[in-house]
Nanobody, 114 residues
Framework: VQLVESGGGLVQPGGSLRLSCAAS????????MSWYRQAPGKERELVAS????????AYVDSVKGRFTISRDNAKNVVYLQMNNLKPEDTAVYSC????????WGQGTQVTVSS
């Protein structure tokens, strides 16, 4: 089982990034997927979730209207499109798969700074 995140980096405030989480080793289309983030000195926070079919999504209030979670079950990938990034979005972003078991990726760093 693997979840591999990519797409993180350094971006200026107001910029955009798209994170990807590529899954392998399990039946991706059956699992709900989530993105979490953890900033230095803070607890891990649920950012966005998407159902197994992609028909249902949910977001933490602080990212509503700026972030969009989506998935491609044919490619076994979940995405997080992040627009209008703010310095407070700086964190390590990780994806999580949940059904009967829970799988985590290793995370990708997002830094928003001028």
């Amino acid at each position: 089982v693997q979840l591999v995140e990519s797409g993180g980096g350094l971006v200026q405030p107001g910029g955009s990034l798209r994170l990807s989480c590529a899954a392998s080793g399990f039946t991706f289309r059956s699992y709900s997927m989530s993105w979490y983030r953890q900033a230095p000195g803070k607890e891990r926070e649920l950012v966005a979730s998407i159902s197994s079919t992609g028909s249902s999504t949910a977001y933490v209030d602080s990212v509503k209207g700026r972030f969009t979670i989506s998935r491609d079950n044919a490619k076994n990938v979940v995405y997080l499109q992040m627009n209008n990034l703010k310095p407070e979005d700086t964190a390590v972003y990780s994806c999580k798969a949940v059904l009967f078991r829970v799988y985590w990726g290793q995370g990708t760093q997002v830094t928003v700074s001028s």
